[in-house]
């Protein structure tokens, strides 16, 4: 069955740090790009960081550069989302999802949903001030 799993959600103050896990199973990892996405209470779903499959070229959204990092352990089948500085506007479900065979522009996936086909459960951030 092809799955992904979210952890490492939680209550953290604001200026702290947590580190989102994504582990897929049933697919063959390498051969998809990552994308993690996140939708805070009454907002649409928006894009946060894709990484892609071939050669690890990452791309962070403008609200999070600098504070997050995407990467990836092909080995474990795992991408993670390491988060930093967080703010109370970080709050929100923590979604990672999967595209097979990439994405030709990592930027351009990340307004697309269309181009990920399979997503996790997600995983609730919540920043107190």
């Known amino acids: 069955e092809e799955q992904l799993v979210e952890s490492g959600g939680g209550l953290v103050q604001a200026g702290g740090s947590l580190r989102l896990s994504c582990t897929a199973s049933?697919?063959?990892?390498?051969?998809?790009?990552v994308g993690w996405f996140r939708q805070a209470p009454g907002k649409e779903r928006e894009g946060v960081a894709c990484?892609?499959?071939?050669?690890?070229?990452?791309f962070v959204v403008d609200s999070v550069k600098g504070r997050f990092t995407i990467s990836r352990d092909n080995t474990k089948n795992v991408a993670y989302l390491q988060m930093n500085s967080l703010k109370p506007e970080d709050t929100a479900v923590y979604y990672c999802?999967?595209?097979?065979?990439?994405?030709?522009?990592?930027?351009?996936?990340?307004?697309?949903?269309?181009?990920?086909?399979?997503w996790g459960q997600g995983t609730l951030v919540t920043v107190s001030s």
């Open positions: 990484i892609s499959h071939k050669d690890s070229s990452t």
């Open positions: 049933g697919i063959t990892f390498d051969d998809y790009a």
């Open positions: 999802a999967t595209s097979e065979g990439g994405v030709a522009d990592l930027a351009s996936a990340l307004v697309n949903e269309g181009f990920f086909e399979l």
